[in-house]
């Protein structure tokens, strides 16, 4: 398989349209997207819930996360997710999301997500998604 290789210009917009929709879009929003970009064992996983029911609910019914810290993971997942998805498609943002990545010392970016505080987590996660945007 060929790599495929972007421009940097679209690189960089995917990148700033991702952190700007994060800051914008509802959290209910974004799971929507991830359920529809990811699944919702993905999301569930990234967001350290144990039951995809919850998330069911924020997208079915419009309802919001209240623990901070869930909020937190599910706009880095978003971000993440959005970036990733808008230059490689959302087949490669699941890859990225669930595999060994060598920027996190071989862990998954979900499994850091959903095990580590995610105001620790996140420049970490977010350096891993841009090397690999940036090949």
Same mark, same amino acid.
């Given at each position: 398989m060929a790599n495929?290789?972007?421009p940097a /210009?679209? +690189?960089e917009n995917a990148w700033e349209a991702a952190f700007k @929709?994060? =800051?914008t879009t509802k959290p209910s929003e974004q799971a929507a997207y991830l359920v529809e970009t990811i699944g919702y064992r993905f999301t569930t996983a990234g967001i350290g819930l144990a039951d995809a029911r919850t998330v069911k609910r924020w997208v079915e019914e419009g309802a919001e996360p209240r623990e901070h810290d869930v909020v937190a993971r =599910? !706009? +880095?997942l978003y971000r993440l997710t /959005?970036?990733?998805a808008n230059v490689y498609g959302p087949s490669? @943002? @699941?890859a990225f999301l669930r /595999? @060994? !990545?060598p920027q996190l010392d071989d862990e998954s970016p979900l499994l850091l997500l959903r095990n580590g505080d995610p105001q620790i987590v996140q420049r970490p996660l977010l350096g891993a998604a841009r090397a690999l945007l940036e090949g």
């Open positions: 495929t290789v972007h /210009s679209d +690189i @929709a994060s =800051l =599910l !706009n +880095i /959005s970036a990733v490669v @943002a @699941a /595999s @060994a !990545n």
